[in-house]
Each structure stands twice: as structure tokens, then as C-alpha cells.
Nanobody, 123 residues
Framework: QVQLLESGGGLVQVGGSLNLSCAASGRTFSRNALGWFRQPPGKEREFAASINWNGGSTYYADSVKGRFTVSRDDAKNTWYLQMTNLKPEDTAVYYC????????????????WGQGTQVIVSS
């Protein structure tokens, strides 16, 4: 059974940083695009960032570009989202995700999902 487990969420002040991790089990994702989505309170889930199978291409939502960095460590079957200069509008449940495709941008969705981790940015 495939499981994606996020960690690293929490409460942070405006301008602060958080690092999210997603550890996968049940299968390896070294040939898959990986990513992160988020769901702000009262809103639909939205794409945040993704990385292709070899790390050669990354994609970001305009709202996080320049502040968030997605990366992967295939030896650990884990991927990450480094978030800096956090803003109140970054408050959301963050979901890690994986695609069945190696090169998908994942902007329209994913095939595997984690359970989510809460990030709250307080002012």
C-alpha cells in the first residue's frame, strides 16, 4: 500500500521559514514527478510546486515563486518543500503528491496524495 507522509508543518510568524518533508512508502518514486499542493481555509486545493523525475525541471505557482523551493532525495524516497518569507496567505493544509508521469508539471493534479500537514502563518 502506497503511503505519503508529510511532516514539518506548524505555526510560524510572518517572514519566517518552514521545511516540509514527504516520506513515501510502499513503492519508490524515483521515476515520477513529485509535488506539493495546498488548501487554504475555505478554499479549494491548489497547486504549489513540483519537480520532475530527475530534478531538472521545477514548477511553481506564481504566488510562491521566489519563496518556495521543491527538492527531492530519491535515495530516501523523500521530497521537500522549503518555504521562506512566509505570509499569512500561505496558511493552509499542505499536501505532498506524486504523479504516475515522470515529466508532468502536476499543475492539474496528482495520482497519489498524502494526508496533509497544517501550516499557520501568524502576524
Amino acid at each position: 500500500q502506497v503511503q505519503l507522509l508529510e511532516s514539518g508543518g506548524g505555526l510560524v510568524q510572518v517572514g519566517g521559514s518552514l521545511n516540509l518533508s514527504c516520506a513515501a512508502s510502499g513503492r519508490t518514486f524515483s521515476r515520477n514527478a513529485l509535488g506539493w499542493f495546498r488548501q487554504p481555509p475555505g478554499k479549494e486545493r491548489e497547486f504549489a510546486a513540483s519537480i520532475n523525475w530527475n530534478g531538472g525541471s521545477t514548477y511553481y505557482a506564481d504566488s510562491v515563486k521566489g519563496r518556495f523551493t521543491v527538492s527531492r532525495d530519491d535515495a530516501k524516497n523523500t521530497w521537500y518543500l522549503q518555504m521562506t518569507n512566509l505570509k499569512p496567505e500561505d496558511t493552509a493544509v499542505y499536501y505532498c503528491a506524486a504523479s504516475k508521469s515522470a515529466i508532468a508539471t502536476m499543475m492539474s493534479g496528482a495520482d497519489y496524495w498524502g494526508q496533509g500537514t497544517q501550516v499557520i502563518v501568524s502576524s
